[in-house]
């Protein structure tokens, strides 16, 4: 032992693993201290190249953009240095998140010469590449590379991508297909069994805003799905198309038997504006539960319910003051007819109504 | 003729800047809200053309803060991500001329500015 | 004599189990958080979040900033609230009570008018003296309640009660929020499936040295002073690798009070926040995550390690020894309210695994630091105790905290990276070789007098002075 020992408690074992155990521990230390250095290291190294960079490609990005008569295939005017620097990997991705990022936000020719100099730089075969890899989020963001660079030409891939193991994969793979062929791809609400979750609803609605054409045929049936999820984003596009046609099928769904369902399909019906599904609306009532009869008031007060105020009338003596409330801002919504209901209320200068009323009069005003 | 151009992203406000210099216009450029309405504090542009979703200050702070000075009447320009109908009956209620959706082409942004300029 | 040393035997051996099993648990923190943190980073990289910022199927969000004698800076704050990028949000600023002139200024800065508010008091609060809201459209989402003065949680529940979104933010009003900080919080929101979201966490970065401009971060630097850089490296080590780690487990048992998104129904539910303790931001959550096992209903608490709002760290021994003493108060009340969960099997992995670690490693913790070194002491002085085992046992410790820093100052450095200067990481380093001797005995310390404090049955926050952001922006001018 190479230390000078005090007082040796008998039974005392265990001191050398003491010893070993921190010795152990401040090498650990050291490595992550290295580490450390090297990453910032690298860091800056990184950031260097980048900010060198970044600049130049915006500038022939630019130049693509208001390249005119871009007819042939390398027309792009690309620098040789530029080119060349274009070996490096990290280069590579920085000029396509640019060109990503640019295409975004462009549309126009501009947006097809951007589409030109993606392939013509062979940075497809970038993002080609990293489709194939074992990582998943390399996959995804290749996934969105090709599909945001309209690469059609990769269709296959892409599809046999939507049936992945990685559920983030699977989800970005259908949102390429849709990005790419509108409302074509969606045949995959089809057949899919898992539910669509909001984020991708989202994702899904967005990237059908410019979508050309229309779904109506395959409406029909995803609006019967087995899948509750698929008959709720149905109904969130035709509110977002403004499918007017379809407005008697989305009344149909106010008799669905999932409650979230039947209260998309409640506020579609506000979206689409749906004056003749009044009635409906209100025989549906007294079936919901507190959120539905809340969503119908809502979207009654959207609408503008000219013929029913008897109906709205009638809510002002429910027990929940949040119905009343509802109740209240619809009237208030209606125009003057309304407006004299809720004066003519014979509560009207009790609590809780006065401050109610006040609320659904003011908001109106405000 | 003189516009102001706020837009946070480098590349589309570059992009606005060279399409409307080739137009030959004396552009002005705010990276965010804030340098938007300090730019205002030097005089009425001729045209703005601005983002809603910006630092410090959101579009629709502009137009207000333009609507509300004593100046002849600034066309104003929105480019926006966001093409809902209620955020575009917003900005419309608050003054604004034109509404453009991101994705836009530059060449129609021209031709919009050009129509406007000449009212 | 043989006692002596059998008694300075054992307190070692105790001391040494204990710290084995204390470090043990840093050990599978540091793992998790590693695996969890990769996840996350991975899902990041190519999530495009302002997708939610213009749809309309996002959820609504209330934000609640209770604001109490904030007259320097409020106004300030609030624009910088107001310029968050969520379509279906509004701000409600509870002024409580405040006995300086908030409420005037933020009526005259925003053109607010008294207006009508039906509120229904679903949870008891003190009452409401009036609800304003700004005649300028542009900021309609602003909604100012004044009140008549009841505390932080009192205030909180105001807020509940006049909210009209399905979800609330609470947040200290003089934070500073990311603008991007609600789209990040609400996306675990939109995942869900068949678990239940109630509450998602954030992060809360120290903000001084920064420069603010306009209520907004502009360049993030690395505090001048020892005491907000040892607690910089303290909320790394929390938010970096613990909360990260106890996530991935879905054991996360406390949500910052300066940061958290939750499902209103479910706070509704539950009665709100609870005035009787210091620490009602962890004591809701317990409340929410308890109510959910009682009823069997599948849910979540997530956790978002995205730096989204910053706030000022204190910067004197004196106010920080007050903030540790009544962390430590509202941990122990919160602890003690809902001792029944104690490996209580009912309650799942919150019974059996969080709330002991809780108990034993968060609370216990510097009671047996300090007991064990006083028992050390004594035993010393009466000559049993083996220094070099002692000592070693010591360093042993000692090398594994700062191991663990370090671990987190890497952690920083591969995922957010948000200090640019590569000197502020290695002055960083510095403060990890340092913490141990300057600002962990303190905190030990502060907690303990936190445990007698509640003993003698001390209650309130004490005074909190706060410089606010414009007198730091005068700091870092003067700097440069």
Redesign the interface.
């Known amino acids: 032992m190479f230390y000078p020992q005090l007082h040796i408690s008998p039974g005392m074992p265990g001191q050398d693993w003491l010893v070993l155990a921190m010795v152990m521990v401040l090498g650990v230390l050291a490595a992550l201290l290295s580490l450390i250095l090297y990453f910032l290291l690298r860091r800056r190294r990184a950031e260097r190249l980048r900010i060198r960079w970044a600049d130049i490609y915006g500038r022939i990005i630019q130049r693509t953009i208001f390249h005119e008569d871009a007819g042939e295939r390398d027309a792009m005017p690309v620098p040789v240095v530029v080119a060349r620097s274009l070996g490096r990997p990290q280069l590579r991705q920085l000029m396509i998140a640019q060109l990503i990022g640019a295409k975004r936000a462009i549309s126009g020719t501009a947006a097809t010469n951007l589409v030109q100099l993606y392939r013509q730089l062979a940075l497809d075969r970038d993002s080609l590449h990293k489709l194939a890899s074992p990582k998943w989020h390399l996959q995804a963001q290749g996934i969105q590379e090709l599909a945001t660079m309209e690469q059609r030409d990769y269709l296959t891939r892409l599809y046999r991508l939507t049936n992945a193991q990685n559920e983030v994969v699977r989800r970005e793979a259908q949102g390429a297909i849709v990005q790419l062929y509108g409302f074509d791809g969606l045949r995959f609400l089809d057949v899919i069994d898992t539910p669509l979750s909001e984020w991708q609803q989202i994702q899904l609605l967005r990237l059908l805003q410019h979508a050309i054409g229309t779904p109506e045929e395959n409406i029909f049936r995803w609006l019967r799905s087995p899948n509750v999820t698929v008959r709720i984003f149905t109904l969130r596009l035709i509110a977002e198309q403004h499918l007017q046609q379809m407005i008697p099928h989305v009344t149909e769904c106010l008799l669905d038997l999932s409650g979230p369902v039947r209260l998309q399909a409640i506020r579609s019906l506000g979206e689409l504006a749906a004056t003749d599904s009044v009635r409906s609306l209100t025989s549906a009532y007294q079936a919901e539960g507190l959120a539905g009869r809340l969503a119908i008031l809502q979207t009654l007060g959207s609408i503008g319910v000219q013929g029913d105020l008897e109906f709205l009338d009638l809510q002002l003596s429910a027990t929940d003051n949040r119905i009343k409330l509802e109740a209240a801002r619809a009237l208030a919504r209606s125009g003057e007819e309304g407006l004299q209901r809720l004066d003519r209320y014979p509560q009207t200068n009790h609590s809780p109504w006065k401050e109610i009323f006040q609320q659904a009069k003011s908001e109106w005003v405000l | 003729m003189k516009i102001l151009v706020a837009e946070d992203e480098p590349i589309l406000i570059r992009t606005i800047e060279m399409r409307l210099k080739r137009d030959g216009h004396d552009v002005h450029l705010a990276e965010d809200g804030q340098q938007a309405l300090d730019c205002l504090e030097a005089g009425p542009p001729d045209l703005i053309i601005t983002d809603i979703m910006m630092p410090y200050a959101s579009g629709l702070e502009i137009i207000a803060a333009v609507r509300a000075r004593p100046w002849p009447k600034v066309p104003v320009i929105i480019l926006s991500a966001m093409g809902q109908e209620d955020v575009v009956l917003e900005a419309f209620k608050l003054g604004a001329d034109d509404y453009i959706t991101k994705p836009f082409s530059p060449n129609e942004l021209s031709v919009r500015v050009r129509r406007l300029l000449t009212h | 004599m043989r006692t002596i040393?059998?008694i300075?035997?054992g307190i070692?051996y105790g001391f040494w189990l204990y710290s084995i099993a204390l470090l043990s648990s840093y050990l599978f923190v540091g793992i998790f958080a590693i695996l969890e943190m990769r996840q996350y980073m991975?899902?990041r990289?190519?999530t495009d979040y302002?997708?939610?910022?213009?749809?309309?199927?996002?959820p609504g969000i209330s934000i609640l900033a209770p604001a109490y004698n904030e007259a320097a800076s409020i106004v300030e704050n609030v624009r910088s609230l107001l310029?968050i990028?969520y379509?279906n949000l509004e701000l409600i600023v509870i002024n409580d009570g405040s006995k300086d002139d908030s409420l005037q200024r933020l009526i005259g800065h925003y053109q607010l008018v008294r207006?009508?508010?039906?509120t229904?008091a679903a949870i008891p609060a003190k009452p409401i003296r009036g609800i304003y809201?700004s005649?300028?459209?542009?900021f309609?989402k602003l909604i100012v309640v004044d009140k008549e003065n009841g505390g932080k949680a009192d205030a909180l529940n105001v807020g509940i009660n006049v909210s009209s979104k399905p979800y609330i933010v609470c947040i200290d009003v003089d934070c500073i929020i990311e603008?991007d900080a609600l789209l990040k919080m609400a996306?675990p929101?939109?995942?869900?499936?068949d678990e239940r979201v109630i509450a998602s966490g954030g992060v809360v970065r120290i903000a001084n040295g920064c420069e603010i401009?306009?209520g907004?971060l502009v360049k993030v630097h690395l505090p001048e002073s020892f005491l907000p850089r040892a607690q910089t490296l303290e909320y790394f080590r929390a938010f970096l690798l613990g909360r990260m780690a106890w996530s991935r487990l879905n054991a996360l048992l406390l949500i910052s009070g300066a940061f958290g998104a939750f499902d209103k129904e479910i706070v509704v539910a539950c009665g709100g926040y609870n005035h009787a303790t210091v620490g009602e931001d962890m004591e809701l959550v317990v409340r929410m995550r308890r109510y959910m096992e009682e009823r069997r209903l599948p849910y979540k608490v997530t956790y978002i390690p995205d730096p989204l709002c910053w706030t000022e760290a204190p910067a004197s021994y004196k106010i920080l020894g007050r903030q540790r003493n009544r962390w430590t108060r509202g941990t122990i009340e919160t602890l003690s309210m809902h001792r029944k969960m104690c490996f209580n099997p009912r309650y799942g992995r919150l019974g059996l695994l969080s709330f002991p670690y809780w108990l034993f490693f968060e609370l216990f913790a510097p009671i047996v630091e300090f007991l064990g070194l006083a028992a050390s002491v004594v035993i010393y002085l009466f000559?049993?105790?083996?220094?070099?085992?002692f000592l070693?046992?010591l360093?042993?410790i000692l090398?594994?905290g700062?191991?663990f820093s370090?671990?987190a100052?890497?952690m920083e450095?591969?995922t957010f990276?948000q200090y640019k200067d590569?000197r502020d990481?290695l002055r960083l380093?510095l403060t990890a070789l340092l913490e141990p001797f300057l600002f962990h005995p303190f905190i030990v310390w502060s907690a303990i007098r936190g445990n007698i404090d509640l003993l003698r049955k001390k209650k309130g926050w004490g005074e909190m002075s706060r410089q606010g952001f414009t007198a730091n922006k005068a700091k870092v001018y003067a700097k440069s």
């Open positions: 040393w059998f300075s035997d070692t991975r899902l990289s190519f302002s997708l939610l910022a213009s749809s309309p199927y996002v310029s990028h379509r207006t009508d508010h039906f229904e809201r005649r300028n459209p542009v309609h603008q996306r929101f939109l995942d869900s499936g401009r306009n907004r000559g049993g105790l083996n220094l070099v085992s070693t046992l360093g042993f090398s594994f700062i191991l370090v671990l100052i890497l450095v591969l990276n590569s990481i380093v």
